[in-house]
């Protein structure tokens, strides 16, 4: 059906361009394409979500806004991705048209490699208003996994309902709609997203990451250091990342026998949990919840859990739902007024 | 060079030398008490916890390092003044300081062999008197005692200014010997130092009151006061109810007397706290038992903000300088500071109660009116030539140590060179030769505070060849040997510098080519003001606008410029208008665009385009005269009543008034006006113009559509602005003056209008270093992802994203070396070098040992 | 009940023109406060990466404090807002990992509190005195099991 729209709006003209999902023999890519006989080539909802859509559209407009009228089909989380990278100057949303649309979820991408699953299977679940067990962890407790008004132009409805519906979620998607001759529809997805809050909310409490430096120790024991969280973080755009300064973290021999002498020996290499401290300083305000650090992650170290909770708490202090507000992001902005819990040793009280 | 005399011990005579020595001329300043501030003059006593006072000494004597023209003379008293404009001659009489506060190092030896009062003061070695000066010379190692022998000088200068200092009145005066009654100043003494809390607030029973009432007596009986007393009191109103919501607050005046957007805004903030605001024709005190009953309301505390009082010593001055006075105040030529003898100006509290922000804008806008009588100034500046040595990867570092700074600490740095030296200050060629000698590339001196001798330190590693960005000041005295510190502090310190200057980066401090030229925007009469200032100095002053306003008729509140008749007040506009125009360029269209940034502006018009180092905003408004109201706010949160109250007493008229109806010298003798409601009997409308300029420059208007300048975001700056950084810098090289800020008196609008033009020459020299010096934050273009997170935390705005390549860039000239981009880049690309990662991790490892 | 008594390591960034101002006026009037703080003078709170604060902790500092004007006094305008927002970070990051956020401080200090300012380094050097020593400088090391 997504194929016909897009065959469609390349015939119209309202299209130059799309961007979507491709299957390739293990897994899925991302894929450009600029002719409607191309379209073929793709798979507009595919069971597994190997980078971040969003990611790619950096890419792709980050120097230059995009020159021909894109059509990008995003996943829910994907299309919040894109919404943050705006306001980082990340992504130049002239010209862009993103659909995103109900979501079953994705698999991850080392278990479909091995058991592979067909998209079918996982759709079937959410027309039921249901959801498939074989999905990632970071899918199952998804915060929003339907099209918001505001984030993207056009929804495509799924849950609860055998013929799929698409609905405009900007006065651009309206536009779009209306120039496809489509009828906006609806479908009630309201419980199918009370149920993922609810399964969210028990899901804070029961991994959160405890015990301080122990807890998180023990939680990244596996880590190897790789980085390859940050590289697939869509959020972690810097072009050379702070912790991969090697004239911060060069130091003479001297200094690391004095941190085996202070410290009763050292690990190497060094720097590990500071690293994941210093991303979630860093980007903790603005994690969309994708998941990926988690995928990316060759140990299977759960990251979601350290990186979806934690942003949590801290998008919690500045009120504020990245790729959902149009509020600025909490590092580019302050108030004259806010925060006295933090002034002072309890509280702005002592 | 110029030669003038400055008397006076005030915020405005201080700015006035500082400005004055920049400008190129020579200051002789008479400085009156034993040292810079002893005088307790209006900031003292209405803001004792500030330490704007502290700040404005400090751009006293940077100004005085950098230009060497500034001369100042100790408990100096003039006795006479002969000749006139151009050539004085003046008498004084002085006393030396019986220790040179610019000689003492604050080593302390006097404390132990003589009798010293000491005073502690921040940013310097604190203040000694010493009784018995005589017996004590030989104690000091830097010369600073001295034998206090009075000593009469004569003097040659060509102008003469006269700023003698503010006094309050007794409180008895407002309200007998009640009790439970305090004058504001010792009520904010309390918490001096301490910190506003609770556990300091005590009256004077020593209970701890629950209801404090503020009262502010300006206006009563002809009791004097400026906006100041408001918007001190409301300040601290305000700190009461932050530091305990549930304390009753009460202020009890006879007007609101707040002027302009963020003053207006205070008390708006006031009544939404829940402070209670009473305005009373007079005061009604009475005991109640263990409280005080004020005008009905009880409260436990009165605390009482004292106008001014006319000093005896005005009377004496005035009299040796041969100047008329009103009312104790000095008389001025109409929309001037001069007084009636030529060449000699009054200045400040002087000239009429002012407050703080005003005393800084007179002390700046001093400058071009009394340069009629000055020789032509000297802006040589003094640089030298120096072979740096550029060595960014083999550092050997020195370590100095000035055992001063380090009594009873056992000094034991990584270093391969270490040299111990009693007081480094004070053997400067030694220092400069075993740098030299040592071959060491960085340097690490483990001394005084930075605010004492660290300029010094540095420019003696400087003239060894070794760049201040290779020299890390560590403050032993101050921050270890003083305040109970051990050796294991002091070498965790030392050794952390040691880290760090082995990391440092030489940086070069980026200099901006300067367009020589102004362009006034409007045609307000501070345009015609500013340009009349600027044509001898800049040789391009252009003034776009398609017309200029007609002069409007809220002249003053000083007896010449109040008395004015309308045909004077047109004569002299008229006369000011013709002498601008025929020199100036008048470009007849409005401005479409302004690009760029200080030092170079692109200014367009319909069919032109100027070059222009500076912009001075002064769009003037449209003057509507309706009733016989005294309006307070129209519309915004912009305080119209200082023009309506002159507006009522020059014609003479039966008015009515809403918040405020007299200020100032008007107090005296205030317009006749009863509380009611009407239409306004003047009310400036702001141009439509500034809403397009807002929009280009990216300024903020308020809600009328006035300008925001020198007061944001600060809710009460209008005082202090960025006052303790130049305020030159802070403005990014765009002022606005006169009715683009804000409805003012002629006499303000000389004020604003001399205020942009002088800082504006300031400004335009042949380039521009950035005011960050090694500071000055820089971009790593191969890390920088074009994010515009940095962009977001300059308050300068001195970052943008660059279209072309998508990485931010500095604005060299606007850079301030705060550095909050570096913390806010994610990845490191926005770097300022003294706190790159690098060198702040090297430097943590060792300072935690 | 520990028999020796424990001295913290505490590293102080304060900013040039408040809080080291009022270090300075603390030192001139020789007002004693415990030799544990590291003072590190920087140009204004917000240079302060929260970063170097987390790395001054690994290092083997017990606590830090950020040092700035009061709200509204900022030389830099709204350097000390930005600082806060920075601090809040840092405090919520370590709160939910179940660190001891008390170990970071944000202290507003004017330049004129000298008193103020060796009245808090007195209370905080207290304050972590009695929490015993910090076992985040074990962070990435095989030290500090038998801590707590």
Redesign the interface.
Known sequence: MLKKLMVDAFEKGLIEAVMAPAATKDSYTYALITKKEDVDKLTPIAPVMQWNGADMLRRIT??KKSERKLLAILRPCEARTYKELVK???VNPENIIVLSYDCPGTIHARTYKYQPTGIDELIAEIKKGGKSNKIREACKVCEYPTPIPNVGDIGLGLVNTDSPVFFALSDKGKEFLKAMGIEEGSRNADEWIAMHRKIREEWYEKE??????K???EFLSSCLNCHNCKNMCPI???????FE?R???D?EST?FF??AD??????LP?????FH??R??????SCIGCGLCQQACPMDIPLYRLFG??GN??QK??DYKPGVDDA?P??????????HE????LGGE? | MGKVLIYGTSLASYRAAANFARAGHKVILLNRGEFIWHKFTQMQWQMPRDIINGYSKGLLLETMNKTGNIEVYHNAEITKIDGGAGNFKVKFRHRPQSVNEFRCIGCDLCHEKCDVKFIPMPLGPGMRIIKNAEECVEVCPAGAIQVPREEDIEVNVEAVVLSPEYEPEGIEKYVGDAKHVMSFRDFAWMFRGKGV?KKFLKRDDGKTPNSIGFFIPAGMDGWLGSYEEFVIVFREALNMKEMDPGLDVHIFCKEIRLYGHNQMALYEKALDKGIQVHTIESLDLKEDGDNLVVNGVSVDLLVVMPGQKIPEDWKKIAEIAGIETEHGFAVTKPFTLETTRDGIFALGEFVKPVGSTEAIYQGTAIVPQAERYLSKPDMEERSENIQWKREDFNPKVGVFICECASKGLEINVNSDFVFRRDYLCLHPQEIVEEIKKSGVNRVVFGACSPALRGAMLEMLASKAGIHPSYVELVQLREYVSRVGGDSRKANAMLNAAVEKVK?NYLVDVPKTAVTNGIAIIGGGLSSLIAADYLLDKVPMVYIVTREFDDVHMATGVKGNALNMSEEEVKEWYNTLKERVLKRANWIKEDVVDIGGHLGNFIIKTDSNEIKAGVVIIATGGEIVEEGNHIPSVIGGKTQHASMGAIYAKRKGVKATYDLMKSYSLLDIAPPDAERGEGKPIIQVKPKEINKRIAEILGMRLDEEGFFFFAEE?REWVERAGIQFMLFEDAFGGIFVAGLAHRPMSIEEETYEAGFAAQSATYLLRDSLPSPAGKFVSVTNP????????CV??CFAGARY?DEE??IAKVRTALCVGCAACAN?C????AIVMPYN??GV??ML?EVVK | MKEKKFEPVIVGFFCNWCTSAAADLAGTSRLHYPPNIRPIRVMCSSTVD??YM??AL?E?ADATILGGCH??DCHYI?GN??A??????????L??????D?RV????ISGSEGPKFARVMN??TE?IRNKGPS??????????EEVE
């Open positions: 980050r120097l980082f100057n990340q959160r990451i405890r015990g301080g430096r807890g998180l120790e972690c755009f810097c072009k050379e990342c702070f300064d004239t911060v973290f130091y200094k004095n941190w202070d410290k009763d020996g050292i690990r060094t720097d590990k949990a500071l401290i210093g979630l300083i860093h980007m903790g305000t909770i934690v708490e801290l202090v500045f600025i909490p590092v580019m902005d302050f108030r004259e007024d806010e925060l933090f002034e002072g040793l002592e | 809390d990391v975001p191969r890390r920088c992802a074009g994010c515009g997170i977001d935390a994203i390549d998508k806010a994610p990845s490191g690309a990662p690098n991790f090297k490892k | 929260p970063v987390i790395r690994q083997g709200p509204g709204t807002y930005k806060r927002r920075r601090i809040a970070i840092v405090k919520t990051v709160k939910s990992l179940e660190f001891d008390d401080l944000l202290e507003w209370e905080y304050y076992d985040f400088k074990y962070l990435d090391s095989l030290g500090g």
